[in-house]
């Protein structure tokens, strides 16, 4: 009986770890791709909205700054703001940037970490770099 109990819970470790390594593949670029891709659109919205606020720096772009309304004040407020407004959109292309190339290592993980180990079982070189 004791026999039974334990092979029926080899088969069943078995059966499920053979299932986990055929699945991974198929969930890795289906649900999980698709939850990398969510989570990169929540964070550059996020980044946008809150960090770099581009939002609410466009809408307060034309008014002076620290209340300062004569015409001098007026120039140097847009000048600084047009300067901080270029610097806040080149964070945020880099954050998107960033981001894209965090979901482009996802796609690209798998296939390279198969590559590695198919060739180190196999024993093919396709590149050798000693002379």
Do not use: C
């Amino acid at each position: 009986m004791s026999q039974n109990i334990i092979f029926a819970t080899l088969k069943y470790i078995a059966i499920e770890i053979l299932w986990d390594i055929l699945y991974f593949p198929i969930w890795w670029y289906s649900k999980g791709l698709v939850r990398a891709i969510t989570r990169a659109t929540e964070s550059a919205t996020f980044h946008l909205q809150r960090r770099v606020a581009l939002g609410i720096w466009l809408r307060s772009m034309f008014k002076p700054m620290y209340g300062d309304a004569t015409k001098e004040g007026r120039i140097i407020s847009i000048v600084f703001r047009i300067i901080i407004l270029g610097w806040k959109i080149i964070i945020a292309g880099l954050w998107i940037i960033l981001l894209f190339l965090g979901v482009a290592l996802w796609v690209a993980l798998p296939i390279i970490i198969g590559y590695y180990i198919f060739f180190q079982v196999t024993d093919i070189t396709f590149f050798r770099f000693d002379l």
